[in-house]
């Protein structure tokens, strides 16, 4: 059996904080997981060419497409990834108490450019990493959860948010607790997964029950 776990990093920072709590993170499922096969793959932001959502041609009407966006940049790849994963973890830094630009782009272009047409994440398992010196944590926390259940996806409970405090470099290492919470996470994403695909049928609820949400509002429109 094979479990996929994609992280999408949003650190501008090589080596940071971030990139320690999922080298960590990485450790855990490698240790505990020697009857599965855990894939475990990083995507770096910082590492790809993300455009903003208002530099097409089409910005006044870009909620009312019906097609995905036709910028040419790195996010189409990032979204074939994530439509292949089991498992999707968000690990961002705390910056000026939110996401830094590069994760908030990132949120934006992949859900208004791609994501909102058929919600491909649907049921996927996700999990959160917030990584800052003292503040906000639940902040970036909270966003992130809406965006995951925007996209109709699983969050499982397992315990405390994983909040790792730490400014200087390697400081989170010190935030047992913290990474308690880091364990308990990851560990239950992976049993949690385990779980769907020992459980999982031919039927995809979700696409076959579920309307779209423009037809949705279509057909209140035409019934009122």
């Known amino acids: 059996m094979k479990i996929k776990f994609l992280v999408i990093n949003g650190s501008e920072r090589t080596n940071g904080n ?44 870009c909620n009312y497409r019906t097609e995905p966006c036709r910028q040419n940049d790195d996010i189409v790849k990032v979204y074939e990834k994530m439509k292949e994963a089991d498992c999707l973890i ?3 830094p705390v910056h000026g108490f939110g996401m830094p630009s590069l994760m908030q782009s990132f949120i934006d272009r992949l859900g208004v450019g791609y994501l909102r047409f058929e919600r491909p994440l649907t049921n996927k398992i996700g999990g959160i990493i917030a990584v800052g010196r003292r503040y906000a944590h639940s902040a970036v926390f909270t966003q ?3 965006n995951f259940l925007l996209n ?3 969050v499982v409970g397992s315990g405390f948010p994983v909040y790792l405090y730490g400014g200087q470099k390697g400081e989170i290492q010190n935030d047992t607790e913290g990474l308690d919470s880091l364990y308990r996470m990851v560990i239950r994403m992976l049993e949690f997964a385990i779980f769907i695909k020992l459980k999982k049928t031919n039927i995809d ?3 076959e029950i579920l309307l779209n949400e423009r037809d949705f509002i279509y057909s209140i ?3 009122v």
Do not use: W
């Open 205 to 207: 609820i979700g696409k």
């Open 90 to 92: 968000y690990a961002t």
């Open 221 to 223: 429109k035409t019934t």
């Open 152 to 154: 109709r996806m699983i």
């Open 18 to 61: 971030t990139e320690f709590a999922i080298n960590i993170a990485k450790e855990i499922l490698i240790n505990v997981s020697k009857k599965y096969n855990v894939v475990f793959d990083v995507i770096n932001l910082r590492e790809l060419s993300i455009k903003s959502c208002n530099t097409c041609e089409d910005v006044e009407n």
């Open 144 to 146: 992130l959860i809406q």
